[in-house]
């Protein structure tokens, strides 16, 4: 089990890495970020000023071996717009981000595992039907757009909810919605496929026939282990959010880190994207550490498999 | 006991009343089975013929601008009127032309993308799981880091840097989204890779080459082509995303994120300057998703995933 960890823990780290070079050369490479940063009226020597000032002109691998150097002890370097230090602009700002994604994820679990659960248990009736409805809706829809509609809809019409900022609890409400009524439907259709498989396994049957109860069976033999993908799903999920937030932050104008994020893409603000892309990265890489090693500890069975990708 | 009424015992009734009719009642299920995919068919079906009859189809010009006639509400409200069936944006174009040939961006985005991510993600996930091993722990490697990267703060970045078109945006998406086609080619390939017909390829000396295209390829075909149409949403849904932002398709391209985008500001006294295109996006992607997943419920019919 240790081994296992171990093993794993190593992979994540080697990712890690992998993406911080990555992600650092795409952003050299897609433009000269001299030029993105003094503007379009700039004169060519203007330019060679910021390549300078900015340290633009050293070679890649230079640039990028110090900036990891700072990065590994959570030094981000200086906002090029704000001369404030990234890493308090982060701090700021990531509350705000996980708490909507948190509770975007367990609205999502709160109605995907029942209805997936209901769904297989009646499953070909109208209840499968109508959940099968509630996924295929969800997944059509643009985030932004269905965000922009509950605005219309709990804000504008009925005058239930606010329409943006994130002072109080109300604000995270609707973006709560959105993000969650997005990835919801994956996990329910993982519940549903789940509990099909698993109702027709033999110790189901076994535990039927030695008189165990219905909902018994269900609950306690059943769920447990269909949920075990669940778990995996919803942990990649989260890290989705945290990526996808950027969009519904823009929409509800919340101040969070997806809302940095785009400001300073805006603003040609590098290390400020750098770092919430490398941040956001490893929260993706923890929380798929993590399900790793939950689903080893729920099934035993997985610590021998090389595991999926 | 009543409890004993059980789904099992559901499903058993059901069996029971399907008994006297076996074939047509058994004929009609599957129908009935895939009438989802036949709505998605129809669905796609018309939305892509309106795109390709666009110019013929629309009745006005879809860049022509006209002051006077701006903001004009669609057909059901009591303002609207024939002349423009779903009114018209704040530049007083026609709202139908421009949905109309936004409907040519969408399919052309997402078909081009899906097409470059396809090939991508098919040839790491067929060499991964054919060749196994090495090859297999650095590919599985490859997509692992693509997962961990997120998808839409990179793309959004670097069409900032690139600079924001359609052309930029077909490629960001084809780079990015490949990871699926990968997977699911891999664990395809991984299950054929020990076949007996490929054996016997190997037996008479068919080439690497030649068993991985003319073997391989056409048995994980329908699997592809699954995936296919489920990156061809997704890629629509991020196109829409992106030009929304306003890094993707640029104005005055008709896109149905960018029309979103320009309504937004009157969202909140004309509310279907938004709803309209909005609603376009969800069926177009609603029809691809409904196609891609009757076509899997037809290769693996036992509801799984």
Known sequence: MLLYILRRLMIALCVAVTVSVVSFSLLHLSGDLATAIAGPEASASQVEEVRVQFGLNRPLTTQYVEWLEHAVQLDFGKSFYFQDQVINMVAERLPITLKLGGISLLLAIVVAIPLGVLAALYRDTWIDRIALVIAVVGQAMPSFWFGLTLILLFSVTLHWLPVSGNERWQNFVLPALALGYYAMPAMMRLTRSGMLEVLNADYIRTARAKGISKYKVIFKHALRNAIIPVVALAAVELGFMLGGSVVIESVYSMQGLGQLAWDAISRNDYPVVQAVVLIIAMFYIGLTFLADVINALLDPRMRTSTGKS | ?305
């Open chain 2, 1 to 305: 006991m009543t409890t004993h009424t059980s789904a099992l015992a559901a499903t058993r009734n059901l069996q029971s009343v399907l008994k006297p009719l076996p074939l047509w009642r058994r004929r009609l299920r599957r129908l009935l089975g895939y009438r989802g995919l036949m709505l998605g068919a129809v669905m796609l079906g018309v939305i892509v013929l309106a795109a390709i009859f666009a110019p013929l189809l629309a009745p006005y010009d879809p860049y022509s601008q006209d002051v006077s006639q701006r903001l004009i509400p669609p057909l059901w409200h009591s303002l609207g009127s024939w002349e423009h069936v779903l009114g018209t944006d704040k530049l007083g174009r026609d709202y139908l032309s421009r949905l109309i040939f936004g409907a040519r961006v969408s399919l052309l985005i997402g078909f081009a993308s899906a097409l470059i991510s396809g090939v991508i993600g098919t040839t790491l996930g067929v060499l991964a799981g054919y060749f196994g091993g090495r090859v297999d722990a650095f590919i599985s490697y490859v997509i692992t880091t693509r997962l961990a990267m997120p998808v839409v703060l990179v793309a959004l970045a670097m069409a900032s840097l690139v600079g924001g078109s359609l052309h930029v945006v077909i490629i960001l998406l084809g780079l990015l989204l490949w990871d699926r086609f990968a997977v699911v080619t891999r664990s395809a390939t991984q299950q054929l890779r020990n076949a007996e017909f490929i054996t016997a390829a190997k037996a008479v000396g068919a080439s690497t080459p030649y068993i991985l295209l003319r073997e391989i390829l056409p048995n994980i075909m329908s699997a592809l082509i699954v995936v296919m149409t489920l990156e061809m949403a997704h890629a629509i849904l991020l196109e829409a995303t992106l030009s929304f932002l306003g890094l993707g398709v640029q104005p005055p391209t008709p896109s149905w994120g960018l029309m979103v985008a320009e309504g937004k500001s009157y969202m909140f006294f004309k509310p279907w300057v938004i709803v309209i295109p909005g609603v376009a996006l969800a069926l177009l992607v609603l029809a691809i998703n409904l196609v891609g997943d009757g076509l899997r419920d037809i290769n693996a019919p036992d509801g799984r995933n």
